[in-house]
Each structure stands twice: as C-alpha cells, then as structure tokens.
C-alpha cells in the first residue's frame, strides 16, 4: 500500500502528526511524507526512526520527499518507559523572549502532546498556566482531547482567583496546593514548563 501525505506549507509538528495518523491506521506498507522545509524532514525522519520504521529522503525542487515504509525493517522502535509522568505548566507562553512567539510555542506543544501515545497522568496548571484551561483560550480543544485521552487535568484554585477566571473554566477540575504537591511528589517524574 502506497500513499502520499502531502505536508507542503504546514508548521511543526503537523507533518509528524499527519505521518503518525497514517502510519497507525495500517498494519504495514509504504508513504511518500512532502515537506517543504528541513526542520520538518528531520522531525518525519526521526519520527519513523523511533517507531522502527525505514526511511529514505530525496530532495526535489525545493522539497523533500520521505519515503516511510512500515513492516518491512527489523528495527526495534524506541522503548518508551511507562512511568507515572506529571507536567506542571506554571505559564501561558513556553520559553523567554517574545511573547507572541511563546503563545505560540505553548500552543504547538499541547496540540503535539493531544496527539502523542505517550500521555502524562497528570496535568497541573498553576499561576499563569491557568489561563489555558479557561474560556477562549486557544489551547483548550487540545487540552480537552487529552482530558478525554484520561489525562488528569488539575488547575490550581487561588490562581484562577487570581486571575478572575474562576467561572470560566473550561476543562479539568479546580485542586488546591496539597493535591498538587500530592500529585508531584508520587509522581516517578515532574516536567515544569
């Protein structure tokens, strides 16, 4: 089976994402992933590489063309451990410098999470963070995927107080500190963002 994933023009991580959904979908067989630019072949390369799938790269007019091919290699995908895994967002942009950019930073991230196998147990928002949770945010559809994915989605009280956005919250239950410190410390590992 051969198909064509055509990526042109899209921002990270969708092409991965697009390559994924495919590739779960069929028990085996063949994709030509088009990306126009070099972040997203090496995201799709390493994509297939750590799920044991073969690759090759061949780049035309201004584009590459991945050939992914599932089934026939004898690569062992990367071993993901199934440890208990809580994020602690603590902020509304990812990263320091432009504010724009870190809105959107943020935003990827959580679409791509949504969209991976490997899913937190637990999703804490304190301070800023909170905002994400709340009406109009524009993270919420992929904080809401990864609710409905079993995620635990946690948005700490005195800050949506804080901020006044206590009533609009939007996904996931309002907890207190106790309950986050709960949550971090049983946790086998704590990413802060």
Same mark, same amino acid.
């Given at each position: 089976?051969?198909?064509?994933?055509?990526?042109?023009?899209?921002?990270?991580?969708?092409?991965?994402?697009?390559?994924?959904?495919?590739?779960?979908?069929?028990?085996?067989?063949?994709?030509?992933?088009?990306?126009?630019?070099?972040?997203?072949?090496?995201?799709?390369?390493?994509?297939?590489?750590?799920? /044991?799938?073969?690759?090759? *790269? =061949? @780049?035309? %007019?201004? !584009?590459?063309? #991945?050939?992914?091919?599932?089934?026939?290699?004898?690569?062992?995908?990367?071993?993901?451990?199934?440890?208990?895994?809580?994020?602690?967002?603590?902020?509304?942009?990812?990263?320091?410098?432009?504010?724009?950019?870190?809105?959107?930073?943020?935003?990827?991230?959580?679409?791509?999470?949504?969209?991976?196998?490997?899913?937190?147990?637990?999703?804490?928002?304190?301070?800023? /963070?909170?905002?994400?949770? *709340? =009406? @109009?945010? %524009?993270? !919420?559809?992929? #904080?809401?995927?990864?609710?409905?994915?079993?995620?635990?989605?946690?948005?700490?009280?005195?800050?949506?107080?804080?901020?006044?956005?206590?009533?609009?919250?939007?996904?996931?239950?309002?907890?207190?500190?106790?309950?986050?410190?709960?949550?971090?410390?049983?946790?086998?590992?704590?990413?802060?963002?």
């Amino acid at each position: 089976m051969k198909n064509t994933i055509d990526c042109k023009g899209l921002k990270c991580p969708q092409p991965v994402i697009n390559t994924k959904k495919y590739f779960d979908a069929i028990e085996e067989g063949e994709a030509t992933v088009i990306v126009d630019n070099e972040v997203s072949k090496n995201n799709v390369v390493k994509f297939a590489e750590s799920n /044991g799938f073969n690759s090759s *790269v =061949e @780049e035309k %007019d201004n !584009l590459y063309y #991945i050939v992914v091919t599932k089934g026939a290699c004898s690569c062992k995908p990367m071993s993901f451990d199934t440890k208990k895994l809580t994020i602690v967002i603590s902020t509304d942009k990812m990263g320091l410098g432009d504010d724009k950019l870190g809105a959107t930073l943020m935003k990827s991230y959580l679409y791509a999470l949504s969209e991976s196998d490997n899913l937190p147990s637990d999703l804490l928002f304190l301070n800023a /963070g909170v905002k994400l949770t *709340v =009406e @109009e945010s %524009d993270s !919420l559809d992929s #904080i809401k995927k990864l609710a409905e994915k079993g995620v635990n989605v946690l948005s700490c009280g005195t800050c949506l107080d804080f901020y006044d956005l206590k009533e609009k919250l939007a996904v996931g239950e309002i907890t207190n500190m106790y309950t986050i410190v709960e949550k971090m410390n049983s946790s086998d590992n704590t990413i802060k963002l």
